[in-house]
């Protein structure tokens, strides 16, 4: 079965520093893969995604991940934290067939920023 | 920015009582979902709806659950007798198309709605 793990449950990170929030899958083939950002009273709002082409993806307020097929791995990473980065991150596998829409999503980290 | 609504955004309930859970999607979308997050676990897939019927559906929604697009805007969740494992952020989304394999669309998630069963 599909599943993605965040091995992270909480991460805290200085004003400044750099980030990097860890995802794995389990899939036979390469799915489509997602970071949603959930702030506090928020809904999930879509970071970033890959489908195909360059495994290296931007994404909105800075953020980027990069897909590893040998690793099965898409690292969500942003160079320098902002205190408004602080929000719970969540990994998600996409739609791996024509007949399913749901997506599998990890755990979450909860990220917290110091300034 | 077009969004999805979700109301109420915290419920509390007592066990036994029936629920609904609104959402409002966005408006050209055609495809919508409920996911849950019971505190601590992961976000799961609860029911997707299309064409005014279920189009798929995980083994946590049981004959507990309903799902209704009552009119051209709202989509609704209820439970029927809550229990106390209901508990949990249920989250609606919704997209343009399905998300399924070949489509590179995007689910648009609410900002859910915290369902208390006491």
């Known amino acids: 079965a599909q599943s993605v793990t965040q091995p992270d449950i909480h991460i805290t990170v200085s004003e400044g520093a750099s980030l990097e929030l860890r995802c794995n899958y389990s899939?036979?083939?390469?799915?489509?893969l997602f970071w949603y950002v959930q702030s506090p009273g928020q809904g999930l709002q879509l970071l970033l995604k890959?489908?195909?082409?360059?495994?290296l993806v931007q994404g909105i307020k800075g953020f980027e991940a990069e897909f590893k097929r040998s690793q099965s791995s898409f690292n969500l990473r942003k160079p320098s934290v902002h205190w408004s980065d602080a929000a719970e991150y969540f990994c998600?596998?996409?739609?791996?067939?024509?007949?399913?829409?749901?997506?599998?999503f990890g755990t979450g980290t909860r990220l917290q920023v110091f300034p | 920015e077009p969004e999805v609504t979700q109301t109420p955004s915290h419920q509390v309930t007592q066990m036994g009582q029936e629920v609904i859970l609104r959402c409002v999607p966005i408006?050209?979308?055609?495809?919508f979902y409920w996911y849950r997050q019971i505190l601590g676990q992961k976000v799961e897939f609860l029911v997707s709806f299309y064409n005014n019927e279920i189009s798929e559906k995980s083994e946590i929604f049981d004959d507990q659950f309903s799902v209704e697009r009552p009119d051209g805007s709202n989509f609704t969740l209820k439970i029927r007798s809550t229990k106390l494992e209901d508990s949990a952020m249920y989250f609606c989304a919704s997209s343009e198309t399905g998300t399924g394999g070949g489509w590179n669309t995007e689910a648009f998630f609410g900002q859910g709605t915290r369902l208390t069963v006491v």
């Open positions: 890959y489908f195909s082409g360059d495994t």
């Open positions: 408006s050209n979308h055609l495809y």
């Open positions: 998600a596998v996409g739609p791996l067939s024509y007949n399913t829409d749901k997506l599998i």
């Open positions: 899939y036979g083939a390469t799915p489509y």
